[in-house]
Nanobody, 115 residues
Framework: QVQLVESGGGLVQPGGSLRLSCAVS????????MGWYRQAPGKPRELVAT???????NYADSNKGRFTISRDYSKSTVYLQMNNLEPEDTAVYFC?????????WGQGTQVTVSS
C-alpha cells in the first residue's frame, strides 16, 4: 500500500518559516520524482517545487529563493523548507510521488500565514 504522509504545517506569521515533511512508503522512493503542490481555497492546485529521482530541482517562480526542496533517501522522506512566508502562501500543501506517468498523492497539510 502506497502512503505519502505530510506533516509540519501550521499557523505562522508573515516572514516566518516552516518545514514540511512527506514520509513515503510502499514504493521505491529512489526511483520516483517527488513534488510539492498547493491549493488555496477557490483556486486550482499548483506546482510549488519538484525534485527528481536524481536530485535536480525545479521551483515555481513565486517561491524561488524562499523555498527549498530536498530529499533524504535513507528516510524515504522529502522536505520543503519555506522561509519568508507571505499570506499568499496560505494553502493546503500536498506531496506527490511520480514515475512513468503514475502519480501518488498525500492527504495534504494546511499552511496558514497570518498575523
Amino acid at each position: 500500500q502506497v502512503q505519502l504522509v505530510e506533516s509540519g504545517g501550521g499557523l505562522v506569521q508573515p516572514g516566518g518559516s516552516l518545514r514540511l515533511s512527506c514520509a513515503v512508503s510502499g514504493i521505491t522512493f529512489s526511483m520516483h520524482d517527488m513534488g510539492w503542490y498547493r491549493q488555496a481555497p477557490g483556486k486550482p492546485r499548483e506546482l510549488v517545487a519538484t525534485i527528481a529521482s536524481g536530485g535536480s530541482t525545479n521551483y515555481a517562480d513565486s517561491n524561488k529563493g524562499r523555498f527549498t526542496i530536498s530529499r533524504d533517501y535513507s528516510k524515504s522522506t522529502v522536505y520543503l523548507q519555506m522561509n519568508n512566508l507571505e499570506p499568499e502562501d496560505t494553502a493546503v500543501y500536498f506531496c506527490q510521488a511520480a514515475r512513468n506517468r503514475i502519480a501518488y498523492w498525500g492527504q495534504g497539510t494546511q499552511v496558514t500565514v497570518s498575523s
